[in-house]
T-cell receptor, first 115, second 108 residues
Framework: GAGVSQSPSNKVTEKGKDVELRCDPI?????LYWYRQSLGQGLEFLIY????????KSGLPSDRFSAERTGGSVSTLTIQRTQQEDSAVYLC?????????????FGPGTRLTVL | LAKTTQPISMDSYEGQEVNITCSHN???????ITWYQQFPSQGPRFIIQ???TKVTNEVASLFIPADRKSSTLSLPRVSLSDTAVYYC?????????FGTGTRLQVFP
């Protein structure tokens, strides 16, 4: 595709429910990143994929958060037993090779609201 | 991990040049310095990137001193549409830290 796409654009869920967020990176980009942005705050790094592998998962806030990437393309971020503090915009980005100096291209984000 | 420090906010008027400085005292040898722009309800957008000295593109200039412990984003002749949050980013690929950013408000 022309850019990074994310779905859904908005998600409202009830506390305790599981949610799955999807990211479609730019075709051919090997690196994929997930960030979280709470209202009025900066971006919080969550996880990075190089191909289908996630070398470092330490940015994930808790074990309720998990992410996977298949076929070196689409990635899903899953939040189990959602809590109100999970409410935020979840942003996905991709880059061509994931090397230092590589430009990241961001998607529009998914706004998650946990009631 | 290279942590960045930027002013929280800046005000300017249309047509003026705006310079936003970012401090990154612990920058590593192989780290690049990248600036992003973010409008409300949108993902960040790449503006410019550099390693040392000066980089210029059609949107901005980036000045990096020899010690690379800081960098300055220069926006020439800003317009109202430049009102946004600007993030300075320094770090290795798998440990990327965005600071709180600088909220630039451009007035008519």
């Amino acid at each position: 595709g022309a850019g990074v796409s994310q779905s859904p654009s908005n998600k409202v869920t009830e506390k305790g429910k599981d949610v799955e967020l999807r990211c479609d990176p730019i075709s051919g980009h090997t690196a994929l990143y997930w960030y979280r942005q709470s209202l009025g705050q900066g971006l919080e790094f969550l996880i990075y994929f190089q191909g289908n592998s996630a070398p470092d998962k330490s940015g994930l806030p808790s074990d309720r958060f998990s992410a996977e990437r298949t076929g070196g393309s689409v990635s899903t971020l899953t939040i189990q037993r959602t809590q109100q503090e999970d409410s935020a915009v979840y942003l996905c980005a991709s880059s061509l090779e994931g090397t230092s100096g590589d430009t990241q291209y961001f998607g529009p984000g998914t706004r998650l609201t946990v009631l | 991990l290279a942590k960045t420090t930027q002013p929280i906010s800046m005000d300017s008027y249309e047509g003026q040049e705006v310079n936003i400085t970012c401090s990154h005292n612990n920058i590593a040898t192989n780290d690049y310095i990248t600036w992003y722009q973010q409008f409300p309800s949108q993902g960040p957008r790449f503006i410019i990137q550099g390693y040392k000295t000066k980089v210029t593109n059609e949107v901005a200039s980036l000045f990096i001193p020899a010690d690379r412990k800081s960098s300055t984003l220069s926006l020439p002749r800003v317009s109202l549409s430049d009102t946004a949050v600007y993030y300075c980013l320094v770090g290795a690929t798998d440990k990327l830290i965005f600071g709180t950013g600088t909220r630039l408000q451009v007035f008519p």
